[in-house]
């Protein structure tokens, strides 16, 4: 089970990191932010890919399972960054994301995985 909580919070993590470098050039091109804001953009961007290098399964695995991480993390940003409540149906999916990234990450490991 540790195993997985640190899975899990790797992928906050790298969640975090992917919206933060979508986010950035997001404002400089919608709200005529400073275009400095590429760098960290950047940076952010490159750590994401790192991050994702760290995950210890198939790179195909690792994205599927990521996906309904990113899902909450994204939803969590929504509320807590730009002030939007999620809908009942947002916590749903979110929840339904969760789950299919627990079958996912949690199935048995084979000597090929």
């Known amino acids: 089970m540790l195993?997985?909580?640190r899975l899990t919070g790797l992928f906050v993590v790298t969640a975090?990191?992917?919206i933060v470098d979508c986010c950035?050039?997001?404002l400089v091109v919608t709200q005529g932010r400073t275009a400095w804001l590429l760098l960290p953009a950047a940076a952010s961007l490159a750590a994401f890919a790192w991050l994702l290098t760290l995950h210890p399964s198939a790179?195909?695995?690792t994205y599927a399972a990521y996906g309904g991480v990113y899902v909450v993390v994204a939803l969590l940003w929504l509320w807590r960054v730009d002030g939007v409540m999620p809908t009942r149906s947002d916590l749903l999916g979110g929840i339904v994301c969760l789950a299919?990234?627990?079958i996912i990450a949690l199935q048995p490991r084979t000597a090929a995985a």
Do not use: I, K, Q, Y
Request: negative net charge; charged residues 20%; proline residues 7%.
């Open 24 to 26: 950035l050039p997001w």
């Open 16 to 18: 975090v990191a992917e």
């Open 59 to 61: 790179a195909g695995r």
């Open 100 to 102: 299919g990234m627990a």
């Open 3 to 5: 195993d997985f909580l």
